[in-house]
T-cell receptor, first 115, second 115 residues
Framework: NAGVTQTPKFQVLKTGQSMTLQCAQD?????MSWYRQDPGMGLRLIHY???????DQGEVPNGYNVSRSTTEDFPLRLLSAAPSQTSVYFC??????????????FGSGTRLTVV | GENVEQHPSTLSVQEGDSAVIKCTYS??????FPWYKQELGKRPQLIID?????GEKKDQRIAVTLNKTAKHFSLHITETQPEDSAVYFC????FGGGSNYKLTFGKGTLLTVNP
């Protein structure tokens, strides 16, 4: 049982490049989400999904796309990287009860630098 | 949407002292309030949570109190130890009635416990 696995752990992109941050969980959690963490800003929700085929926007969705074709995977796509997207990205999942019943399980994070 | 304010942003205490971190929320419909601990370079982990039908919850040295009327909740850590040093995040959410399980986080408190 690996929990929530994020890849890569570190990434440097040039402005304008695109990439996909991977997130996979093996706990059969229906709920998955992506947060970004910036100094002094806490954790801000980018996108979330309440089940396969269902996604919705969070607080800061611009510049990011997501899809949820399977229960296990929830990739985050950066369409055209900008320096403002330099951040640490966390994927999190939870059971059908939502974060209330079991809390979020976070991945180990991806540190992204856009130059 | 929900807005969560967290204070103080930094807190330094001597080992053995108590630490208190306070949060306020804006949406009176919020009914779930978790606290997460994030050690340097690590992922956030749930340490305690409280639901709106409860005023206080304890787990060994940590406790959380909730005042629904004033819309604020607090984390209390007693007999602090150096390993309590971390960033602590509060969060708020609404569950039930077709809600979407989104957690809104505060900006975090850096707690330093000095030996």
């Amino acid at each position: 049982n690996a929990g929530v696995t994020q890849t890569p752990k570190f990434q440097v992109l040039k402005t304008g490049q695109s990439m996909t941050l991977q997130c996979a969980q093996d706990m059969n959690h229906e709920y998955m989400s992506w947060y970004r963490q910036d100094p002094g800003m806490g954790l801000r929700l980018i996108h979330y999904s309440v089940g396969a085929g269902i996604t919705d926007q969070g607080e800061v969705p611009n510049g990011y796309n997501v899809s949820r074709s399977t229960t296990e995977d929830f990739p985050l796509r950066l369409l055209s990287a900008a320096p403002s997207q330099t951040s640490v990205y966390f994927c999190a999942s939870s059971s059908t009860g939502g974060p209330r019943d079991y809390g979020y399980t976070f991945g180990s994070g991806t540190r992204l630098t856009v130059v | 949407g929900e807005n969560v304010e967290q204070h103080p942003s930094t807190l330094s205490v001597q080992e053995g002292d108590s630490a208190v971190i306070k949060c306020t929320y804006s949406d009176s419909a919020s009914n779930y309030f978790p606290w997460y601990k994030q050690e340097l370079g690590k992922r956030p982990q749930l340490i305690i949570d409280i639901r709106s039908n409860v005023g206080e919850k304890k787990d060994q040295r940590i406790a959380v109190t909730l005042n629904k009327t004033a819309k604020h909740f607090s984390l209390h850590i007693t007999e602090t130890q150096p390993e309590d040093s971390a960033v602590y995040f509060c969060a708020a959410s609404i569950f039930g009635g077709g809600s979407n399980y989104k957690l809104t986080f505060g900006k975090g408190t850096l707690l330093t416990v000095n030996p």
